[in-house]
């Protein structure tokens, strides 16, 4: 219980480090009572002018990254009970991992392509991508039912009820990531322009990404434990 | 150095991004229902918010009934009684103030104050808010399924949140829990809005340190809101696990009513760090906002600029750091390691550093200022008297030694309310004064606003002050009835009579205010477009109330900070923010350095 809470701390912490970094950076110290002056060039350059809705992911993700960070707070904490039998993962997790990991790559591939304005490529990488994560999700539908099958049942201990827990919240998370792949991908099926969808892949790669650092942490979570 | 002349425009730094596309809507459900204007949202928001705060009233009313007169009212019973303050606090906490504050002022004031024409999403801007509405259904819902609403307590401690014999047991819980899943959803959604706007759509020199703090307050306690409610999220899924499918996350081995259930092993403790995590961040997602409004209230009323602008926004941004690494200081009887205590006792004690600094700044604005003293003033000054009193309780609470004895009595009660309810209430009262002209165009009541404040006021001291008393006696928080209990006198039973009677007349003032806001609309004095005289760009709006996209044609620009009170040497006592400098302004032409 300690260790858990003190990492905690720890990562409250690291949180709060680059919440007070950021804030300097943005010019908290000047005094705006005699500062008329042109502040923005103190901000160094165009540095923060992204589009809104990429600071909104940015956001996005530090939600999501809290809901995950608590939630392998808790399993660390409950896993300190009498009563944890830890669950022998299926293999078939390993495939998924690598379907994740093929996945995000494509997602690069799509973007890079984006950059550079081949629309062929863009295609590609999202449909490849798209493809690679659905089998993820089969995947992980999978390895609940040999669980089941097996008789490791969501409620037989909490190692399992974790288990299915926070698989189906990344799972979600994923789900939620397709919803936007999946328009970005009627719209490139109904012709649009390298240009029109690149703020959109640029967007899902990210999102790969990041759920697939989370995923790399939640499995290496359940198979050290 | 030498000087080198510029033109105005020189004086205001680029804006973060490009002016923004409207969706204009025809109709009018486009306009007032499916709306995307942030204004519009803003009043949807304090309307249900307002709403489900009036059913969560008549419950104290109903509670405070109970406490006074016992054994007077047939339709109070002990289960009633637990359900009344169960719904009473987590509508108040949740559904009422953290909507009020965020849903309802974040929404009106963050695009208006940066000079922004909306939120920069404001399609989930609407979502936001019908999922917020959808919330509030469900938690109403609650009243009327078999069993009624959970009778938990606020907290929703497990196991006794989900075992038969707590009220609500069967359907009260899980919609209490789900309507809490459902709230976090729809508020990630505007939270991710006044985050990013605030980030990005400030206008043309509005700089971070330009802004006006009640922009700061709300900003820094969305940040925290996005960061804890998480927790709970969590928190309620695993109890709606445990509750449907019997999994043993919260849930011990337990025996219930004679019978050995299915749990076993689960970690109750787990839950309340969860919760706190959450609840105490919570705290400050509702004293924030409250922060920053309070002291734009008093820069505008005591026609000063706020003392110690820097400091107050540093102290803001401390507080929100600190509130997360507090929450243990909720279970210090929850058995855990007293090392723990010692740390989390610290912290807590740290947090009052930053707070007291506040306090003193706006202690420090009023110093010879040129006070007004109209309703917002007075309900200002209100809240500093309330959130002093209340806060200092909570330095005594969070010593450990002294909080053990003090759990779960009356006295904690009294605590938070003081801090967490009177406080931010008077702020809310102050800022519905104070922007209700900008909202409608017209003033409210000036002498109905005045008996509003002095009897809430004064009667929220009469339900108070005594309170701490009864909790240093013993009573004990959330009891029915104290029946034949040997440590309490007899004088208890008169306090409560006379702390329930005037929370009845503070009650019903209440609903004098709620007339004024309607009467108001119809028949108060119209108020012009900037009745305080004050500096921020939500006064120069060139249409009061302002229209969809809310400056007319162009943005405004901004040339300096929002507290341009009093300056000597200008033609009048404030000089807006989007005034450049010039003649008019010449005491604060840039100087060379």
Not at chain 1, 91 to 120: E, H, P
Not at chain 2, 448 to 465: C, D, N, R
Request: net charge neutral; hydrophobic share 55%.
């Amino acid at each position: 219980m300690t260790t858990t809470a003190l990492m905690f701390l720890a990562v409250i912490t690291v949180i709060m480090a680059v919440v007070v970094w950021w804030l300097v950076r943005q010019t908290l110290d000047v005094k705006p009572w005699v500062e008329q002056r042109p502040l923005a060039n103190d901000r160094g350059g165009d540095g923060f002018s992204l589009p809104p809705v990429k600071v909104g992911l940015g956001v996005f993700l530090a939600v999501a990254t809290s809901l995950f960070v608590l939630s392998i707070s808790a399993y660390l904490m409950r896993m300190e009970g009498a009563d944890w039998r830890p669950l022998t993962q299926p293999m078939v997790l390993w495939f998924n991992t690598a379907m994740l990991v093929f996945g995000s790559v494509f997602f690069q591939r799509a973007r890079n392509a984006a950059k550079s304005g081949q629309i062929d490529g863009v295609r590609l990488g999202l449909f490849a991508g798209g493809v690679c994560t659905l089998v993820f999700l089969a995947g992980q539908l999978l390895a609940w039912q040999q669980l089941n099958t097996a008789g490791h049942f969501l409620a037989t201990n909490p190692a399992n009820a974790f288990f299915y827990l926070l698989t189906a919240l990344h799972g979600l998370h994923l789900l939620g990531g397709l919803w936007v792949w999946a328009k970005t991908a009627v719209k490139l099926q109904r012709g649009a322009a390298v240009h029109e969808v690149r703020l959109s892949v640029e967007l899902c790669t990210v999102y790969w990404h990041f759920l697939l650092v989370v995923w790399l942490v939640l499995f290496g979570l359940l198979l050290f434990t | 150095m030498s000087y080198v002349a510029h033109d105005a425009s020189d004086y205001a730094p680029p804006a973060e991004v490009g002016e923004m596309e409207l969706y204009h809507p025809k109709t009018f459900i486009g306009k007032y229902i499916w709306s995307q204007d942030a204004k519009v949202i803003a009043i949807q928001y304090s309307i249900t918010a307002i709403g489900i705060g009036l059913v969560a009233l008549v419950l104290s009313w109903l509670m405070r009934l109970q406490l006074g007169f016992p054994n007077s009212f047939s339709f109070i019973d002990p289960s009633n009684y637990l359900q009344m303050v169960t719904m009473h606090g987590m509508i108040m906490v949740i559904f009422l103030l953290t909507a009020l504050f965020l849903g309802g002022f974040g929404n009106y004031l963050i695009p208006l104050m940066v000079g922004a024409r909306d939120m920069v999403f404001p399609y989930v801007n609407m979502l936001s808010y019908w999922v917020y509405l959808f919330s509030v259904l469900l938690l109403i819902a609650s009243f009327f399924v078999p069993g009624g609403p959970t009778g938990a307590g606020w907290t929703l401690y497990p196991p006794q949140a989900i075992l038969p014999g707590t009220p609500g047991a069967t359907w009260g819980i899980i919609l209490m829990l789900v309507a809490l899943a459902v709230f976090i959803v729809g508020f990630t959604m505007g939270g991710l809005n006044y985050i990013v706007t605030v980030l990005q759509a400030r206008t043309r020199g509005m700089t971070l340190m330009r802004m006006p703090l009640t922009v700061w307050g709300i900003f820094i306690a969305s940040i925290l809101a996005m960061l804890a409610f998480p927790a709970l999220f969590v928190s309620a899924i695993m109890m709606i696990l445990d509750y449907t499918l019997g999994t043993s996350f919260f849930m011990p081995g337990i025996v219930s009513m004679g019978q050995q259930l299915d749990y076993g092993g689960g970690s109750p403790v787990l839950f309340q760090h969860l919760f706190w995590f959450f609840g105490h961040p919570e705290v400050y997602i509702v004293a924030l906002p409250a922060f920053g409004i309070v002291s734009d209230l008093i820069s505008v009323n005591a026609r000063r600029h706020i003392f110690g602008y820097r400091m107050m926004v540093w102290a803001i941004v401390a507080i929100g750091g600190l509130s997360f690494v507090v929450w243990a200081h909720h279970m210090y009887v929850s058995g855990m390691n007293p090392y723990f205590g010692f740390f989390f006792a610290i912290t807590t004690l740290i947090i009052a550093v930053p707070t007291a600094l506040k306090v003193y700044n706006w202690v420090l604005t009023l110093w010879r200022g040129n006070i007004r003293l109209n309703v917002p003033m007075l309900f200002a000054i209100g809240f500093i008297f309330t959130f002093i009193h209340g806060g200092l309780t909570g330095i005594f609470l969070g010593n450990v030694s002294v909080s053990v004895p003090l759990s779960d009595t009356m006295f904690v009660v009294a605590h938070f309310h003081m801090v967490m309810a009177v406080a931010p209430i008077m702020v809310v009262m102050g800022a519905i004064y104070h922007w209700y002209p900008k909202m409608t165009g017209r003033m409210l009541n000036d002498s109905l606003g005045k008996f509003h404040f002095w009897v809430t006021f004064l009667g929220s001291y009469a339900i108070y002050l005594p309170m701490h008393y009864i909790g240093f006696l013993g009573v004990p928080r959330r009891y029915y009835a104290m029946g034949n209990t040997y440590f309490v006198p007899e004088s208890v039973q008169s306090l409560n009579a006379a702390i329930t009677i005037a929370a009845l007349i503070v009650g019903v003032v209440q609903l004098v205010f709620l007339y004024n806001l309607v009467w108001s609309y119809f028949k108060g004095k119209p108020s012009g477009s900037n009745p305080w005289e004050a500096t921020t760009l939500e006064w120069q709006t060139a249409d009061t109330p302002p229209k969809h996209g809310n400056f007319g044609k162009e943005l405004p620009v901004v040339y300096r900070w929002a507290y341009d009170y009093s300056v000597p040497g200008a033609d009048k006592d404030f000089i807006p923010q989007n005034v450049p400098p010039g003649p008019t302004t010449a005491g604060l032409e840039p100087t060379q350095s």
